[in-house]
């Protein structure tokens, strides 16, 4: 049971956590908020890693821990993995070092059988188990973890948890590296995991799936939600409903009195309008927490060619590893292409060199006449760290003005403009790029995880833009709602090839739609079977016709 008891966290004077407090107790919590609102901060507490300035943290059994931002430790992933069982490899160096010197007596035995009942036999079939489970093969985790990419470091850091055997799981942006196949794995190792989970997370799908309470952060407090983020939005928009008019009777009240003492402040009913002032002084009026309207706005600059990509029989090799063997694609005007697959399958690497960023070792990319290409790289460093934010803006040509416009739309003001990019968290960053993005006036957009790492309300922002947009797409998201809401076709990549065009796997509406498809499949199946026994003790042409109409019905829902 993990219970966190009146927190605040005060960071260069800014209260960032106020007085936050909730339970875990067998539920499945997730936590979501704005980029910058506190969570990761709130986690770091949690797991102490930070000290609050107030409050408390209650732990009533083992914790496990996964964090948002994985170390690029020169140590191979089985180690840290192996890492979960300190006192078992203890245990072992020291089993070895008297092997060594051939102390075999009373006290070899007695750490011998120490060493069986801590699960020194069974502890590597325990590894072996859940690496296969999340899918984190025996030659990736053999690699040192500043090799790997993130999304085997993270599932490196899934396993180290899970090994362990924790009443308390604590998560912080799992899904962020992960691939579509991986994710639906880890939904499936979370669903039935029986102890207290509490996950960030600004994956939409990922939280439906598992979440039984939201804890909302926002402006430093947090307020607990029951069910999952649907459930979520409908009771804040409620309340928000709510509380909205709440405030305009109160103003309209606060109106009125203030008229009234106004009138007779000075007059014979002086006293009643002091009373009065009195009273309105102990009024406090709601303030209604809106949601933060940041507009992405991309640009058309024309209408461009009916062929905007074609590439031919394309190859590219990093060392001796092929990522790219042959792959073919081509895109018309106005398609939205999305592609998906495993980590490491080649996906962003076929982006670049479209985009011109890489060159490939073999075959064509063949741009379209009045094609123009607007690129979003997935690697939020490739701006300069050292440079400022407002640098980042004037560079396109804009002055000093303009570009504090255009900052502003995504929540850079002040002196904030003046932060050099290094300064920024994950979020920050993405914020700026995205605020780049909407600079470009391109009519082919190449876009690789433009919404990793933001917050839920910020990738409705980028959702709404690329439904908007005029042009062409071609976009590599793990984000399942982000495919669902903004491409028409989906591509699978697999071993550094394009497959045929794919649905993607059932969403969470697919599968209603299934549901549905079903009970009405149902009920036509049981009116044929009610007819096709009316007909058999009485002939009815109307009937008889009914039931034709219904058998090519049932045939079509079944296809």
Not at 205 to 228: M, Q
Request: hydrophobic residues 35%; glycine residues 8%.
């Amino acid at each position: 049971m993990l219970t966190v008891s009146n927190i605040t966290f005060i960071n260069g004077g800014v209260k960032i956590l106020n007085d936050i407090s909730f339970t875990v107790s067998g539920e499945k919590k997730i936590i979501v908020g704005e980029n910058g609102s506190g969570k990761t901060t709130l986690l770091n507490i949690i797991t102490g890693k930070l000290s609050p300035d107030s409050g408390t943290i209650s732990v009533k059994g083992r914790m496990a821990y996964v964090p948002q931002e994985i170390e690029t430790l020169d140590i191979s992933g089985i180690s840290e993995i192996e890492s979960a069982f300190s006192d078992i490899k203890k245990i072992e160096r020291e089993l070895e070092r008297m092997e060594k010197t051939g102390r075999f007596g009373d006290e070899y035995n007695a750490l011998l059988a120490k060493y069986e009942e801590s699960g020194g036999y069974t502890y590597k079939q325990k590894i072996a188990t859940w690496m296969d489970k999340i899918g984190l093969s025996a030659e990736s985790a053999k690699r040192k973890m500043s090799e790997m990419s993130g999304g085997e470091r993270t599932k490196c850091e899934i396993v180290k948890a899970m090994v362990s055997d924790p009443d308390i799981l604590v998560m912080d942006e799992p899904t962020n590296h992960l691939d579509i196949e991986t994710i639906e794995l880890l939904e499936e190792i979370l669903k039935k995991f029986s102890g207290d989970l509490l996950v960030v997370s600004h994956d939409r799908v990922f939280i439906d799936r598992i979440a039984t309470h939201i804890l909302y952060l926002s402006n430093g407090t947090l307020k607990e939600y029951p069910g999952d983020y649907k459930k979520f939005e409908k009771l804040r928009d409620a309340e928000n409903e709510k509380l909205a008019k709440e405030r305009e009777k109160l103003l309209k009240y606060v109106e009125k009195e203030r008229a009234f003492i106004e009138k007779f402040r000075y007059g014979t009913r002086a006293a009643q309008a002091k009373s009065r002032e009195k009273k309105l002084e102990k009024i406090e009026i709601p303030e209604v927490s809106e949601k933060k309207s940041i507009k992405v706005k991309l640009e058309l600059e024309n209408r461009g060619g009916e062929k905007v990509l074609e590439v031919k029989n394309l190859f590219k090799h990093y060392g001796e590893k092929e990522v790219l063997k042959g792959v073919n694609l081509l895109i018309m005007r106005n398609e939205r292409v999305g592609i998906i697959g495993k980590n490491g399958s080649g996906k962003s690497t076929l982006l670049k060199i479209i985009a011109g960023a890489e060159k490939q070792d073999k075959g064509e990319v063949k741009i379209g006449p009045s094609v123009s290409v607007g690129y979003f790289p997935q690697d939020a460093f490739v701006m300069d760290l050292s440079g400022t934010i407002i640098n980042e803006i004037t560079d396109y040509g804009y002055t000093v003005s303009e570009a504090r416009d255009i900052l502003a739309l995504f929540g850079f003001t002040g002196d904030d403009v003046f932060k050099t990019v290094g300064e920024l968290s994950g979020g920050e960053k993405r914020k700026l790029l995205l605020a780049k993005v909407s600079l470009i006036k391109g009519n082919f957009l190449i876009l690789d995880e433009p919404t990793n790492h933001l917050s839920i309300d910020l990738k409705e922002a980028v959702i709404d833009a690329l439904r908007s947009y005029k042009g062409t797409i071609l976009l590599v998201t793990h984000d399942r709602y982000v495919l669902k809401e903004t491409v028409n076709k989906i591509y699978v990549m697999k071993e550094g090839k394009i497959q045929k065009p794919s649905a993607l796997r059932k969403s969470e509406n697919g599968k209603k739609e299934d549901k549905k498809k079903n009970k009405e499949a149902n009920k036509i199946a049981a009116r044929i079977a009610y007819l096709e026994k009316l007909l058999l003790k009485e002939k009815n042409a109307k009937k008889e016709k009914e039931l034709k109409i219904l058998r090519n019905k049932l045939k079509n829902l079944k296809k």
